[in-house]
């Protein structure tokens, strides 16, 4: 069976047993702070979870797709993805218990549907703690479907229970469903949910009753659901007797690019886990760049930063295997072919997908050997010393100066034998934040957000000012910088109106040096080391104080808060809206980026 019948067949059931057919949502939520994205199905479905009536009714059912990156450390194996696509059957306060496992196991071992072994069949369910009880319902109805007692466990809460989905919202026990693969057991505690992958979990049927509360109370709902949650990706490997989802028809193609870009064999074991995560990793960032509610970029916060994360570990792993550069938006368009019939919102953006996998490359790929040697020389220092610690600070330097996720270093130094220092990594962010901070107050109102399109304003402010003391004189100081995320003002010494031609010339630098695509890069050191290495330094810092210095390559040098584009390149193009008196003897520019050509990427 393929993935495409599966779909097909599993609403078609449900719309049998009275269920309408809905579409998946988005996986950037809508209105939902408390999760950067889809994780399950239920989260667009919460307000009806709590009561709310449905405009399709109280039996739902869908296919919904999800990113889950709790667990990426675990893609690699035969079954972890950090995207995939979740089948549902939803009772909004309407059936319960009985109906939702008699229509689970009926789906699971009917001819007509999936046709598995019943004797393959085990269960889970939950073993109840303080307050909840144990869900002897479950356990009856199993039985009388005729799962014998020792195929039905019953475990805590930590296996047995779902949701929320966020901090607070609908929750409760549910009931699990395993296929035996067969395999010999690992031991004689094996059973389901343990991991050496002999029983695979393909199907969740959870009972919400609770509503977890903002401190930590679970009260009755006012309705009790159903959500029920089948993995598409799993069920067709276990359905099609595949060693892992990365042999189905939904990788096969993408594997197969994936070996023809690699160079040549490496280790068999390093090479089976990288081309999985990459695979993985490159899948994800497709459908999240694709995802038709939008907004999601490669960047520094939030879900910005996951997607960030997700392909800059995609190229390391890439690299792994001797897969040279460009390979993103190679890899990207297998994806996209492979999926257009289902999600043609991945064809509709697909320009968008491609420009934005080719630049996130090529922003890593300028600092990633950089900073690939800073480690190397840390770590052999440490080693050296005997050491097995890196410090918080310099995984810190890798991520603000390098753009190394922290958990990437974490590997890095996992490879080596040595651990990272998060608590000081943690402190080393806080105080870079409070640095920010003070910084911004300085600069009178400075960067009250910081958001992306605030950060590269903030960059282009430190080429403007270089690009004005080129075509204007040294004497031209900063005054007062404002950036809000629609433009920068920048109030500088000079004691009269610019021309047309100079203010064209400015342009053209901070263009040109745009165009350049510098890598921005930063370094902390005294005031007075600052001051010494020609860097501009606006703001009065205590003698000795420790200060960052930010560098647009070898263009400009700034004693800064920062933060910063990684690159000139991710700027667009600088355009000079207007020039005019601020105070005697200065000025004021105000100054826009446009956003970049999109859709253009080098082949
Ligand atoms: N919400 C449950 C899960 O994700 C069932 O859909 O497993």
Redesign the pocket.
Known sequence: MTADQLRDKYLRFFESKGHAVISGASLIPENDPTVLFTT???HPLVPYLLGEPHPAGRRLTDVQKCVRTGDIEAVGDASHLTFFE?L?NWSLGDYFKREAIEWSYEFLTSKDCLGFDPSRISVTVFAGDDGVPRDEESIAIWRGLGIPPERIHALPREDNW??PAGQTGPCGPDTEMFIDTLKPACGTDCRPGCHCGKYLEIW?D?FMQYNKTADGRYEPLRQVNV???MGVERTISMLQERPSVFETELFAPLMAAIDSLAGPPVAAEVACRARRIVADHLRTATFILGDPRGGVKPGNLGANYVLRRLIRRAVRYAKLLGIGSGFARVLAEVVIDNYRHVYPELEEKRAFILAELVAEEERFEKTLSAGQREFDKVAAALRQHGQTQLSGRTAFKLYDTYGFPLEMTEELAAEQGLAVDRAGYEAAFSKHQELSRQNDATFKGGLADHGEATTRLHTATHLLQKALQIVLGDHVQQKGSNITPERLRFDFTHGEKMTPGQLAEVERIVNEQIQRNLPVTMETMTIEEARAGGAMALFTAKYGEQVKVYSAGDFSKEVCGGPHAASTGELGRFRIQKEESSSAGVRRIKAVLESRALGTPSC
């Open positions: 399950a199905g239920m979740m549902g779902w949701g969740n959870v959500d029920t949650g």
